[in-house]
């Protein structure tokens, strides 16, 4: 189901975002040769638990045991923070983390590189913003859902690299996925018609090589189907009177 939301549902959100943009920020500066994905988990834990009436949204949804999806090199989303998981110069990590309070979720994500990466990494994850950027740019009202995932598609086909599309942003609000979906592929004006008060996880992920992916045998990380490298950023976005507001800043 869809909810639109009021201007005090948004600021909730918001609140939570905040939160959310916190520990994205304190766990990118961890990140390491040498530190485990774990000690990011601990560390996004602390601080989630710092604050009341705050909760980690991951945690025992559907099962996930930790606060923080984290994906290293060829993994898309969804990896387990683990003790033996040691990260190690040149690799990539996707860190994805969502905050539940006062009755609503936030949800966002970024790449970060292990030491200093490489140009191809660059280029990797400066097209992901930058597809972020752009689908961002068209949750506006009158929109429509193809009109996110065409600006996503141009960006990663002009790099010649894939977008994901058997993973897709959602609604967010009272609960952590709500319709509609947000494909990071699509047709201009084709889809669900977007409207003012509408609040979305933007989260494309794009891949190095082959768009697609499969799920490994813990039946939680998603790696691609080649083993090449895919990133991954996320904002929880709202639409407001006068465009999109990005509330996971
Ligand atoms: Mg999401």
Redesign the pocket.
Known sequence: MVFLKTRSEINKISEAGKIVAEVLALVGEMVKPGVSTFELDQAADKLIGSYPNCRAAFKGYGGFPSTLCTSVNEEVVHGIPRNDRILNRGDLISI?V?VFRKGYFA???ATFSVGKPTGQQIRLMDCARRALAAGIEQVVDNNRVGDIGAAVQKVARKENFSVVRDLV??G?GQN??EDPQVPNFGTPRRGYLLKEGLVL?V?PMINEGTHEVRTLADNWTVVTADGKLSVHF?H?VAIGPNGPEILTN
């Open positions: 994805d969502g949800d966002a994500a942003g959602h967010i952590l996925h996880a989260e996320e929880t």
